[in-house]
């Protein structure tokens, strides 16, 4: 059975450029978690999808933003990129509900110049 | 809210010696418990996982963690270490709906 997958693995931007980070969950997992993991911040929680709704969000401004689309796959949309939103973006996917185990994908890693 | 502390970030150990990786945890209802680790330029991958049912819980790769109420803990250990150990390691929580919370997580080195 595939594993949580996420897409690019490596993505390289200039400050003010957008970056949309893809995720597809494991097959029958309907939740889906965007977490940053920057250097000396360690794992942030982002945002929690669940049957295409955002069902809660982390401590980040607005122009951190996602969707999940009708097959449970994911999109995180970064607007007005800042340096600092250089970071590992993990993905994870759970069945629904989030006190159930999250399976976590290898992860986009975002540069920012 | 809950909160995780991971005690040590980088604890050092010889291939063969017992691991232990600290964690404690705040919560102020019964939560999930987590270790994940990750290896270099990788995702996390789930080591083990309490959920309210047996307080050791075994998981991969010879790692154990026992939950301790009193105590609110849920050490890592593994009897012998191997360098394929040496990786980084995050004890998370997770109650009720909210989503799961990390420690700094600890770096484990395994020499020969």
């Known amino acids: 059975e595939a594993g949580v997958t996420q897409s690019p693995t490596h993505l390289i931007k200039t400050r003010g450029q957008q970056a949309t980070l893809r995720c597809s969950p494991i097959?029958?997992?309907?939740?889906v978690y965007w977490y940053q993991q920057a250097l000396g911040l360690g794992l942030q929680f982002l945002l929690w999808?669940?049957?295409?709704?955002?069902?809660n969000r982390g401590n980040f401004p607005p122009r951190f933003s996602g969707r999940q689309f009708p097959n449970y796959s994911s999109e995180l949309n970064v607007n007005a990129l800042e340096l600092e939103d250089s970071a590992l973006y993990l993905c994870?996917?759970?069945?629904?509900?989030?006190?159930?185990?999250?399976?976590f994908g290898p992860g986009t890693r975002l540069t920012v110049l | 809210a809950q909160s995780v502390t991971q005690l040590g970030s980088h604890v050092s150990v010889s291939e063969g010696a017992l691991v232990l990786l600290r964690c404690n945890y705040s919560?102020?209802?019964?939560?999930?418990l987590f270790w994940y680790v990750q290896y270099p330029n990788q995702g996390l991958q789930l080591l083990l996982k309490?959920?309210?049912?047996?307080?050791l819980v075994k998981g991969i790769n010879g790692f154990e963690a026992e939950f301790k109420k009193s105590e609110t803990s849920f050490h890592l250990t593994k009897p012998s270490a191997h360098m394929s150990d040496a990786a980084e390691y995050f004890c998370?929580?997770?109650?009720?709906?909210?989503?799961?919370?990390f420690g700094k997580g600890t770096m484990l080195l395994v020499s020969p």
């Open positions: 998370a929580v997770s109650v009720g709906y909210s989503t799961l919370t």
């Open positions: 919560s102020s209802v019964p939560p999930y």
């Open positions: 994870a996917s759970s069945l629904a509900g989030s006190t159930d185990t999250q399976y």
């Open positions: 097959s029958g997992h309907t939740s």
């Open positions: 309490y959920t309210s049912a047996a307080t």
């Open positions: 999808y669940d049957e295409g709704e955002e069902r």
